[in-house]
């Protein structure tokens, strides 16, 4: 399954929000979950991000319509890296 890193920032609205992350990271883990993916890390972060999350989804337009629908709520903005799980086996296929 398809594993992206979601570099998360939180707006204005998701600040005044933020002792109901817990219950954010909730709904965001149960949309991933209903949609047959996962969310098995979200970590809080220093520096440019606020958090990091580590998804799963069956593939690239899933995971698109999760971010755009959880995202519309209004409590952050993403900036989405996927991730390349096996880079040797690319690597190999290189001239």
Same mark, same amino acid.
């Given at each position: 399954?398809?594993?992206?890193?979601?570099?998360?920032?939180?707006?204005?609205?998701?600040?005044?929000? +933020?002792?109901?992350?817990?219950?954010?990271?909730?709904?965001?883990?149960? /949309?991933?979950? /209903?949609?047959?993916?996962?969310?098995?890390?979200?970590?809080?972060?220093?520096?440019?991000?606020?958090?990091? /999350? +580590?998804?799963?989804?069956?593939?690239?337009?899933?995971?698109?319509?999760?971010?755009?629908?959880?995202?519309? =709520? =209004?409590?952050?903005?993403?900036?989405?890296?996927?991730?390349? /799980?096996?880079?040797?086996?690319?690597?190999?296929?290189?001239?």
């Amino acid at each position: 399954m398809p594993t992206y890193i979601a570099l998360i920032n939180l707006t204005d609205q998701g600040i005044r929000h +933020i002792k109901a992350a817990p219950q954010l990271v909730d709904r965001i883990r149960a /949309a991933f979950e /209903a949609a047959g993916g996962s969310v098995p890390d979200v970590y809080l972060v220093m520096g440019p991000y606020d958090a990091v /999350a +580590i998804c799963e989804a069956p593939d690239d337009d899933t995971y698109t319509r999760l971010v755009l629908s959880l995202a519309a =709520g =209004g409590d952050f903005r993403t900036t989405t890296l996927k991730a390349i /799980a096996n880079p040797r086996a690319l690597l190999e296929t290189l001239p």
